[in-house]
């Protein structure tokens, strides 16, 4: 990995459109932590928070074959159905999520604690291309607004599981009952309050409840 410095400071940001964000965060040892977007026009920018470069904003030209294969292993919506509740727990693991805008709508994963092996590979492959990138400070900015959190997760609970009493583990969350999708079956819509906690959180915390047979996201394929 290399940095060039050729980009005034205090210039006027210049809003790119993107297509992936990446977002890695930290872990107890010196991980890298960093946002990683892939830009419409398949270049790369970065937002360096610790451990990989001086803390900032970079831009680099992407190995395009490299990025063919990441859009190529995300293209099949089962890439993002991977259950990952019964896989073991991986000590240390930092969180990771991905945003893809997809041409059909918008697609979503995070992972805290487990990760599958379809997902791990991705995402080495993405910080392979982070690593390997030559990267220059820039006055590159992602367009914003940025992409709210999603707050609505459709939850199967094991039967005899009471909803309402189920619940109660989650309200730090603010969470509350949408609706149910069927009468007499355990599938929820619950939702949480937009500023009660992070949604990547609240999400595995369901992905790894004991009571819960699966979660997803409900908006994972709502239009841009």
Not at 122 to 127: D, H, I, Y
Request: proline letters at 8%.
């Amino acid at each position: 990995m290399s940095k060039t410095s050729n980009a005034a400071p205090d210039a006027e940001p210049q809003w790119m459109p993107w297509v992936i964000k990446y977002e890695r965060g930290p872990c107890f040892g010196q991980c890298p932590v960093y946002e990683f977007y892939l830009l419409e026009d398949n270049s790369g920018l970065i937002e360096v928070k610790q451990n990989l470069l001086e803390p900032g904003w970079y831009h680099a030209d992407l190995d395009q074959e490299a990025v063919h294969d990441i859009l190529m292993d995300i293209e099949p919506r089962s890439w993002w159905k991977e259950d990952i509740s019964g896989l073991p727990e991986i000590a240390d693991l930092p969180s990771m999520s991905i945003i893809y805008k997809h041409k059909d709508g918008l697609r979503r994963f995070a992972v805290k604690g487990r990760i599958s092996d379809p997902v791990s590979r991705v995402f080495q492959k993405v910080e392979h291309l982070v690593r390997e990138s030559r990267w220059s400070i820039t006055t590159m900015r992602p367009l914003v607004p940025d992409l709210p959190e999603p707050t609505d997760v459709i939850v199967q609970l094991k039967d005899g599981v009471d909803v309402q009493v189920w619940m109660k583990k989650y309200s730090t969350f603010g969470i509350k009952l949408k609706k149910r999708v069927a009468p007499h079956q355990q599938y929820f819509v619950v939702t949480k309050h937009p500023e009660m906690g992070s949604s990547n959180d609240f999400f595995q915390y369901l992905k790894l409840d004991d009571e819960v047979v699966d979660a997803q996201w409900d908006e994972e394929l709502s239009p841009r």
